[in-house]
């Protein structure tokens, strides 16, 4: 069996990890490597909270049990949730989001870290904050790290990504993308499995086209390398180094 890898998944909110990737994610934990999630905030402030008459801090407490139940459902190897600001990353002083996030990732020793590209998919700013405190920190680390992650892989949507949906998504270019992975039949079922752990969200679950969207290939960009014609999996080269 090839090496297992370390992949450590780093999000702004609850969901974040079944609203695309979680296929590649059920992928990855198939072949055998371990698989972590870090995510900085409870996703307390999104609006669904007022269907439901939550406060905020109710909000979070919620997506935070629903988040217990997609670790099992997925398997993951281990899942942290911070409670940072939902909605209010772009106010937080960055410096003390990198700290955070650099002991988290030193902590996990990942081989690969993973978040979004700079687009943040939605475009949303807590996404966009979040891509950039990964790439920072992930820079730190390369220059005083022997251990340092040796990939920094950023998931994204593919330009033929068109399905219908109510929110207008960002895609990355082909020549932009390096990995495609090919997901099967079990792992876009575990990945529905996920997104039905999000009770509170299936209303927005729907709107977005999650399912239709994401399709049987999940994509991503490397940071500072280029493959052409896309890879297979984010541990390409790798394994064997």
Known sequence: MPDTMRVLYIFPHPDDESFGPAPAIASQIRQGHEVFLLTYTRGGATRVRHKYGYTIEQMGNIRFEEMLDVAKVLNLTDMTVL??????????????????????????????????????????????????IVKRVFCKLRREWDKAPRRLALFTLAPTET???????????ESEIDCAIPVS??????????????????????DAKVIERTGDTIFFEFFQESYNPHVNSISHELQDG
Request: one cysteine or more; hydrophobic letters at 35%; proline letters at 4%.
């Open 83 to 132: 409670d940072l600001p939902d909605s209010g990353l772009k106010e937080l002083d960055p410096l003390e989001i990198e700290k955070i996030t650099e002991q988290h990732v030193r902590s996990v020793e990942p081989d690969i870290v993973v978040t979004y590209a700079v687009h943040g998919i939605s475009g949303f700013h807590d996404h966009l904050v979040t891509h950039a």
């Open 185 to 206: 039949a079990e792992d876009i079922q575990k990945a529905a499995e996920a997104l039905a752990c999000y009770k509170t969200y299936q209303e927005v679950i729907r």
């Open 163 to 173: 399905a219908e949906g109510k929110f207008k998504l960002h895609t990355s270019t």
